[in-house]
């Protein structure tokens, strides 16, 4: 079958690419667009390390195709420092530990900025619940959860 | 002479002994002389063996230096995660 | 100066938070993992793989396969030699079978094409005439006489006469006269236990890029644990010369001891020769599970017996272990760390490996010792149930401590395990009160710690600034604690320094990334490595000065005369000497290569607080803390780190995680949907509290402390369900239906 041509906005920006019409966004993402920040885990939309935010709703994007794109708002991990200045969950994650291997890191970003523009002050039950789509397997958790407080607070106090 | 301990497995192939005696100051000395009195070892020493010198559990390291007093016991070859 | 010192007391850098220094890539999306590598030309590689447990391989027919347009190679271990040493072959036959296959999933053969639907398509050409045969999972029945016999003969000297065809291993630990330790005992309590195999879960599934010349040089990228290791094996695999295969491992996605070794990186070189053309090979999460190394599955009985005011007067374990269809010796560690913690006149621990038709078993943090752990820890625990007393009184009677003859021979030399059994005694989370269905476990954890090869270079630039060069992919972190030991020793200050981890050709070996080695033994040659080059500054500096080499020392950053006789000069800071380094005999370096030793032994106490639903059978943790030596904590919060991710892995395995073989012998739960990892929303925060017992035998006192959390969950988290619900229980994983189950035969 033809490859199709999607037009769409990522991190901004316009965006052009072609992809085959079973291709993910995931794999558009990673090899039509050369952002690599989105992970595959799965494959399945079970481990969340290829999150992205698609038109403010949060996706997986290898349950996703990339001709769904078409006129969409993407929004990835690629996308949140501003120039020079880190977003303050980034900084959040580098002060607090918050990574340990890194792999999960992007699609926990994604998701927790997400999350904090709904609800700038969610409490830990509702950090955990949200991120429960998100796979860690090295840090327990715990200091992701620190983190996100200590950037929602930060973001409150800003 | 040094005194090793075997672990429980080796015994059987030391003639029973729990503790054999082999002249030896450093680990390839001791592996060498287990090797040659008891040459049912040599295939365990040659998968791989480790040695604890006072406590201490040296890999490898041939050269380790083992005093006459020093408690030394054989262990299988240690792998981690 | 002493440049062998290994007191060292007031830290400046170490002990510190400082930020990682490859925290901007990671969370920016900046960093390169083994997927995110790529190079043109490149052709997509893709392995077929056998839908049988057990099965002979009677011909394999690639020519339409190999006919497919766009199809560049295809391989089989035909296109492989048979290494002559025993464990490479067993690497290799692994990597791509050889005359059978021995569990489903097992890769049969592979081919290369010019894009992913191309070698889908491929592969379906590949015709496999299969003649299946029978075939064992479980390990207790893999051990029986009359069981399928999963290789021929490839049982060791250590296998004792009369054991089934699939034992491949025997060992035997202990000392003292158990019969007449049990014969002191009030309470003898024999209990029997199973664990399920768990997958180390990383997140990020195994890939590599293999581009092979015409001229047998070869280069291999892929996220690996020990890039060194995979060229070791790849080129013993291939055929070529060591030298000829440059190894770069890429950012590494967690590996847990599940990176230690190689399971498409021969399969991609091989493609990639045949096709004279890169491949690349990306798992996919199905294979992941079907044909990486998860760990051992365990059959195990424990006798322990205790005296009614609560000291053990003998202890027993059988442990029987499948490490799938290849040899293990993953039991003789089992065996070894069973009874660590304890103090004990009379103990006996005898280990088995039965081979099944499961993938081969590779390393999962401190492998083999959380199930012995565990089941030893749980029937300590009901002794002190039946006879009233206080568990961690208990621990704290029998402990072992420096001095003690180790269960597994040695003498201990100074170990923590005394004092993290006392911060939990006085922490207030053992004295906190529990509700209705709730209950408390606590459990010791051990494990040996290693150190081993490692070479470490680094160089003092003109600058001022220093950059290491050493060969041990971080893991968790490792980039910034080394960055702060050489920080620390040349007195500069953190921001000045950086780490860098190279590829194969570019510095001598370093052995995997594992046993809890990397910040003790790369730190080590690091401290080594920084104190030659500080040498090489005192040396110029003394030759400025005109006065003896030994009459210049070195403070806090800055050579200085070694009192008012060596001459009243102002120091010179290391900027200082860097910046004239030309002038004073070129550039100045240090290295230290080392096979490191003295790795000292690691303890952890765990205190687990759960509720269990009468109505579901499903546990809530509740609250978790973790007390662990850390010799000295480099960055604690990566220390934290590792002690709240091993603590989440073990609870894990005790609560959800296992592999599940269907009749047919094939893996019904290859996906992270049906194996459960814990997500955020299963845990409570998991409480930290580091204990700093120096190991003597590191420069700071640093000792591993990777391995050991992941070792006390199980135990912490069955004996803590096992009190809330009333009714002991002796199998893992503990799912909602088997607590339900024990439960309701409770009535």
Known sequence: MKNIHVSTTLNGDDAEFVCAPEETLLDALRNRLGLSGAKEGCG?????????????????????????????QIKTVEGMAIGEALHPLQQAFIDHAALQCGICTPGILVAAKNLLERNPDPTDTEIRYWLAGNLCRCTGYDKIIKAVQIAAADMRGA | MVSVKLWGSLRDLADGQETVEVEASNFKELLDALAAKYPALKPQIDRGVSLAVDGLVYRNSWFTEIKPDSEVVLMPYMKGG | MNFQSNTKANFKV??????????????????????????????????????????????????????????????????????????????????????????????????????????????????????????????????????????????????????????????????????SGFGMADLILERSFTTAATHQGYIEPHAC??????????????????????????????????????????????????????????????????????????????????????TVSSSMDVRIGMTKDGRITAAEAKLRYQGGAFPCGTVDMGAQAAFAAYDLKAVRTQGWNALTNRPKEAAYRAPGAPMAIYAVESVVDELCQQLDLDPLDVRILNAADAGTKSSYGPTFDQIGLMATLEAAKEHDHYHAPLGENQGRGLSCGFWFNFGGNTSVSL???????????????????????????????????????????????????????????????????????????????????????????????????????????????????????????????GPIAGHHEVNAEGAGVSFGVHLADVEVDPETGATKVLRYTVFQDAGK???????????????????????????????????????????????????????????????????????????????????????????????????????????????????
């Open chain 1, 44 to 72: 399945t939309g079970d481990c969340g390390a290829c999150t992205v935010e698609m038109d403010g709703r949060l996706v997986c994007s290898c349950l996703v195709l990339g001709a769904e794109a078409q006129g969409a």
């Open chain 3, 14 to 179: 170490v002990g510190t938070r400082v930020p990682r220094p490859d925290g901007v890539d990671k969370v920016t999306g900046r960093a390169l993992y083994g997927a995110d590598f790529n190079v043109p030309g490149m052709q997509v590689g893709l392995i077929l793989r056998s839908p049988h447990a057990h099965a002979t391989i009677n011909s394999i027919d690639t020519s339409k396969a190999t006919a497919l347009p766009g199809v560049k190679a295809v391989v089989t271990s035909a296109d492989l030699g048979v290494p002559e040493d025993e464990s490479l072959r067993d690497v290799q036959d692994n990597c791509l079978a050889r005359g059978k296959v021995l569990y489903d999933g097992h890769a049969v053969a592979a081919v290369a094409a010019k894009d992913m639907a191309t070698a889908k398509a491929a592969l379906k050409l590949i015709k496999v005439d299969y003649t299946p045969l029978p075939h064992v999972t479980d390990v207790d029945a893999a051990m029986k006489l009359d069981a399928p016999v999963v290789q021929e003969a490839r049982a060791d000297e250590s296998v004792p006469e009369g054991c089934g065809p699939n034992v491949t291993h025997y060992c035997e630990f202990g000392h003292g006269d158990l019969e």
């Open chain 3, 209 to 294: 890029v293999a581009s092979y010349g015409t001229d047998d040089k070869a280069d291999l990228w892929c996220t690996t644990q020990g890039q060194y290791f995979v060229r070791d094996l790849c080129s013993g695999i291939l055929g070529i010369e060591g030298s000829q295969l440059r190894v770069t491992a890429s950012e590494i996605g967690g590996g847990f001891g599940g990176k230690t070794t190689v399971f498409i990186e021969p399969v991609a070189l091989a493609l990639s020769r045949k096709a004279g053309r890169p491949v690349k090979i990306v798992m996919s999460r199905v294979d992941v599970f079907r044909a990486t190394g998860p």
């Open chain 3, 459 to 585: 160089a003092i630039n003109s600058d001022g600034t220093v950059s290491v060069t050493e060969g041990n992919p971080d893991i968790g972190g490792s980039r910034a604690s080394i960055s702060m030991m050489a920080a620390e020793e040349l007195g500069v200050a953190y921001e000045k320094v950086r780490t860098i981890i190279t590829d194969t050709s570019s510095l001598g070996q370093n052995d995997v990334t594992d046993g809890s080695r990397v910040t003790f033994a790369v730190g080590l040659a690091t401290i080594k490595a920084a104190r030659a080059a500080i040498r090489v500054m005192c040396g110029r500096v003394a030759k400025i000065w005109g006065i003896d080499e030994d009459a210049v020392v070195w403070e806090d950053g800055a050579a200085k005369p070694s009192g008012p006789n060596a001459g009243d000069f102002e120091p010179m800071t290391l900027a200082d000497i860097a910046a004239i380094s030309s002038e004073t005999g």
């Open chain 3, 633 to 747: 904590a480099v960055h604690p919060d990566y220390v934290e780190g590792q002690m709240q991710g091993g603590a989440a892995q073990g609870i894990g395995w005790a609560l959800n995680e296992e592999y599940i073989y269907g009749d047919d012998g094939r893996l019904q739960n290859a996906g992270f949907l049906d194996y459960r990892i814990p997500v955020a929303s299963d845990l409570p925060n998991i409480d930290t509290v580091i204990l700093e017992i120096p190991n003597p035998g590191h420069p700071y006192g640093v000792r591993g402390v990777g391995e050991t959390p992941i070792v006390p969950p199980l135990a912490a988290l069955s004996n803590a369900v096992s009190r809330a619900i009333g009714v002991r229980l002796h199998e893992l994983p503990m799912s909602p239906p088997k607590i339900l189950k024990a439960v309701m035969a409770k009535g």
